[in-house]
Structures are given as C-alpha cells and as structure tokens.
C-alpha cells in the first residue's frame, strides 16, 4: 500500500508521462515514459521512429513498424548517453511493458516502476517480479 504522499507523487509523474506521450507521431498507441531518481526527473521518453527515421509509425495496413522504439527503451537510451544513471530510480510510464523492454528496466538498474495502463501481454510484468522489481499500477483519471 502506498502512503499519501508517495501516491501523490506517483500520481502527478504519471500525469506528466501521459503528457510526454502525447509528443508521439504514433496513431494506434502513444505512450509516454519518465524515469525519476532522487525525486528530480533524470530522463523522458515516447514511443516513436529512430532518429533521422519518419515519423509515421504505422504501415499502410496499420501495423507498427518492426523499428518503432518504445518509450521506455527510448528514456534508459537518453540516460545512456547522458552523465546520469538509472540505478534505483523509478519509471513511471502509461502502458505496461512488453518483454523485451521489461529486460531493459531490469538491466538498466530501475528498482521501481509505476504504470497506469495494461498491455496486452503481461509477460514483461511477470519478468520484473521475479526480478524483485517493485511494480504499482495506478490508473490515473483522463
């Protein structure tokens, strides 16, 4: 259970990624990721195209394309080329992650993660629990 004002937090950072999402070219789904260490925002993403790619994410069937990163791939990828590390911090993202990102958050060093909305599969959830990863699903108000 959380205490009052660990949701408050947990709550207005959600609040924040589902902003960040709306940056996303993507049309089936935009989602949005904050990594927090230390109560100060260290990192940020959206699910879109690589850098130097197209900003259409879908193909003329309306697929995701194969090359589309993930938001939160594309947060712990901004750390990575930046002085800041993610070991214990936090990833509050909108939509649950799939399996192959829920590698990523466990190698990266999160310790925590918040999340507001729940993908399809949840194998990625079940990885992070066994990796003793703290998971909380907070839906927040649209």
Same mark, same amino acid.
């Given at each position: 259970?959380? +205490?009052?004002? #660990?949701?408050?937090?947990?709550?207005?950072?959600?609040?924040?990624?589902?902003?960040?999402?709306?940056?996303? /070219?993507?049309?089936?789904?935009? @989602?949005?990721?904050?990594? @927090?260490?230390?109560?100060?925002?260290?990192? +940020?993403?959206?699910?879109?195209?690589?850098?130097?790619?197209? $900003?259409?994410?879908?193909?003329?069937?309306? $697929?995701?394309?194969?090359?589309?990163? /993930?938001?939160?791939?594309?947060?712990?990828?901004? @750390?990575?080329?930046?002085? #800041?590390?993610?070991?214990?911090?936090?990833?509050?993202?909108?939509?649950?992650?799939?399996?192959?990102?829920?590698?990523?958050?466990? #190698?990266?060093?999160?310790?925590?993660?918040?999340?507001? $909305?729940?993908?399809? +599969?949840?194998?990625?959830?079940?990885?992070?629990?066994?990796?003793?990863?703290?998971?909380?699903?907070?839906?927040?108000?649209?």
């Amino acid at each position: 259970m959380l +205490d009052k004002k #660990q949701k408050k937090y947990d709550t207005a950072y959600l609040k924040m990624a589902k902003e960040w999402s709306k940056l996303s /070219h993507c049309k089936r789904k935009q @989602v949005g990721a904050l990594i @927090v260490k230390d109560k100060m925002i260290i990192s +940020d993403g959206y699910n879109g195209t690589p850098t130097g790619f197209d $900003n259409c994410c879908e193909d003329d069937q309306g $697929n995701t394309k194969w090359h589309v990163l /993930h938001a939160e791939a594309n947060a712990i990828l901004k @750390v990575a080329s930046s002085t #800041q590390r993610c070991n214990e911090a936090t990833l509050y993202i909108t939509l649950s992650p799939c399996k192959e990102c829920s590698k990523l958050i466990h #190698q990266s060093g999160i310790k925590r993660m918040v999340y507001s $909305n729940e993908y399809k +599969d949840n194998s990625g959830i079940d990885f992070l629990k066994k990796a003793k990863i703290e998971i909380i699903y907070l839906p927040i108000d649209e």
